[in-house]
């Protein structure tokens, strides 16, 4: 049995960011592959595909060619352990997708050798930046032709102000590719058209002064490539991990997530340079992964997965100690102790129950609505991890319900929803129905079929006259209440009971902030 600080020395706990298209989900089927999770490469793609025929809200994400639900998939390759948060690359959903990069400890960027850095891609890196994650680079589609390699690798420098470290060096693109150098261990991997999904890779070991260079790659490409490195080596940074590790350089891996071609380096490089969990900071202290309490927070919530069950699934994430199933923990906010019973795995297919699992694993807590994005559980004293916001909605629609007889079911169905924390419901004060508040509108859809498919009823979102929502408190009693008093119609409780202001347009906003200059405003609202 392995002891608490092997384990976690053994764990990557990442995600893959990109602007849609560039390659993720063929990345990650790949990835499935190497770690034997999947047998075949369309498997994620066809799972997906089950899974949507499940319910009509999973059709728009069909119809509208993105991937609206996260998940897990936990693999293992070459004795590491690794846990692939999927995070969901539409605009629309960028909220999920923050809260999903506060449970990594790295990330896989990937680009399209074509487009270089989308606007995705840029938004996610940000996301990213936010914290340090560190980051990994992986340009993708070098089978068919693409920028050129010096001039993509500088607009990742100046776009991201970024360091770059490429780690392994295209020979050739598009039709004249050859292979990839591996610019660490002096290799030529070769490059075989032909062999789609076998994942096993031929590898020749080559230095660049070597005839055996020219021999593998023929003597032009052998050629330019001497020259390129030479290039690389003097323009290039060297490799510096605690660079890296700080989110201010990035290694550059290339390949192609569709022939199989540079995915297995990129693993390595992954089990090679990412972190294993690192130390995590909560309310009252730093928690240390190798503690032997369990600690952890909660990052997602997920509703009505399986639309048989009203449970829901809270994604958990480790931050310390061994975790054994039936351990009893206590919820912070609430106060009261679990026992988690049935925890789960999530693989590339199943779920499986969560035994023993350790810091950097992700567990699925199936419960009935107790845990909320951003609880922690904790076996030690009460703390809360601390970095999981909620943003203040972009887009605020009135509910309109067909049946008024179904308002306590529609109550219900919103507040589920909004566990999931993609949507929040705000109660005006005045006593009109719910505002719902997204952070891009394409929700409105979603959250309309699901409320059909899921709680059999009719409703739809009509503009409520309110452009966005504030947090608002005050230092004293008197001066929110007299805040409150002349705001009347703009006053609402979000699920919690916090006060919100809503506002009609930016000047209100402004307004108000100006005439109650000890009332403070904010955007997003830490859970503690
Ligand atoms: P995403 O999850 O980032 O949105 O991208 P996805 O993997 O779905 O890939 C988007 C398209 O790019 C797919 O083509 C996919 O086959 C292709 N692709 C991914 N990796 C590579 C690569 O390394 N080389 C090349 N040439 N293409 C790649 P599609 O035509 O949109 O879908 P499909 O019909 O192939 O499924």
Known sequence: MSTLSDAI????????ISHPDAGKTTLTEKLLMFGGAIQMAGAVRARGEQR??????????????????????????????????????????????????????????????????????LKLFEVCRLRDVPIITFVNKVDREGRETFDLLHEVEKTLALDVCPVTWPIGMG???????????????????????????????????SPRLDEAVGKAA???????????????????????LAGHLTPVFFGSALKTFGVAELLKGIGRLAPPPISRKADTRTVEPDEAKVT??????????????????????????????????????????????NPVFFLARDRELAEEAFPGDIMGIPNHGQLRIGDTLSESEDMNFLGIPTFAPEVLRRVRLDDPMKAKQLKKALEDL?????????????????IVGVVGPLQFDVLTTRIESEYNIKAGFEDGG???????????????KRFMDSNKSNMAEDRDGAMVYLARNSWQLNRAQQDFEKVRFTATREQH
């Open 9 to 16: 020395a053994l764990r990557r706990t990442f995600a893959i």
């Open 52 to 121: 949507r025929t499940r319910s009509d809200w999973m059709a728009i994400e069909k119809e509208r060619g993105i991937s609206v639900s996260a998940s897990v998939m936990s693999f293992e390759y070459a004795g590491l352990s690794f846990n692939l948060l999927d995070t969901p690359g539409h605009e629309d959903f960028s909220e999920d997708t923050y809260r999903t990069l506060t449970a990594v400890d790295s990330a896989v960027m990937v680009l399209d050798a074509a487009k270089g850095i989308e606007t995705q891609t």
């Open 222 to 244: 052998a050629d330019r490539l001497r020259e390129e490195v030479e290039l690389v080596r003097g323009g290039y940074p060297e490799f510096d991990l605690e660079s890296f």
């Open 175 to 209: 039709r004249d590719l050859k292979g990839v150098y591996d610019l660490v261990n002096d290799r030529v991997i070769m490059f075989d058209p032909g062999r789609g999904d076998h994942i096993a890779e031929i590898s020749v070991d080559a230095p660049l002064d």
């Open 418 to 434: 909004a566990e999931e924390g993609v949507s929040q419901v705000f109660k005006p004060l005045d006593g009109s129905t719910w």
């Open 466 to 480: 309110f452009v966005t929502a504030r947090w608002v408190a005050a230092e004293s009693e008197a001066e929110m």
């Open 296 to 341: 952890g927070f909660v990052f997602k919530v997920q509703a009505n997965m399986d639309p048989n069950h009203r449970d829901r699934i809270a994604f958990f994430r480790i931050c310390s100690g061994r975790f054994r199933r039936g351990m009893k923990m206590k919820h912070v906010r609430s106060g009261k102790v679990m026992a988690l019973v």
